[in-house]
Each structure stands twice: as structure tokens, then as C-alpha cells.
């Protein structure tokens, strides 16, 4: 589970740096929001190890909430809001981050 949080933390700080770029180059460079799916893939894919792994420790509902994004950009990727693409990776993926620090106090 270690691996995972690792893995984790290092996709978050990837995500963090490519949001850096703004929103304008978002909608404008057409390889951010092809990057940014595959970080939510990532991170769905590590929520739903975690919240397999130890259920009660990762309980938060934004857990399974990224889980769920994970399979919707995954099966769905033509119906992808772009918006919402670029509130997942600069808002929720923040939240993840601040729940894995609280548990780690």
C-alpha cells in the first residue's frame, strides 16, 4: 500500500505542475486535457487499490468519487466535458492530497 501512496503523491504532483499551465493553455494546447485523462485514470486506478486495500482507512467519499471518474473517462472519453476534466485535476485532486496528509499526521 506504501507503493501505492507513493505512486500516488507523484501523480498528484504531476497533475499539480501541468494545472500550473492555466486554464487558457488547457483549452488551447490540445495534449493537457489527453494528459490530464490519463492522470485521473492513474488516480482512479490507485483510489480503487487503496479503498480495496483497506476500506475503513479510505472511506472518504472522494475516494470512491475518483474511482467512478476514472471509469467514466475511461469507457466515456468522447463525452468528456472538458471543464469538468480541468475541475477534477486542479480542485478534487487537491482534496485527495490534503486527505492523504491528514492521515499521514
Known sequence: MRRWLSDLDATLDQAARLSER????FHRDPALPLAFEALVNRVGDLAKRLTAADEARFSDPLWRAAARTRDFV????????ADLLWQTVT???PQLRALIRDQEQ
Open 22 to 25: 492555466g486554464a487558457d493553455a
Open 74 to 81: 475511461v469507457h466515456h472519453y468522447d463525452r468528456v466535458d
Open 91 to 93: 480542485v478534487s485532486f
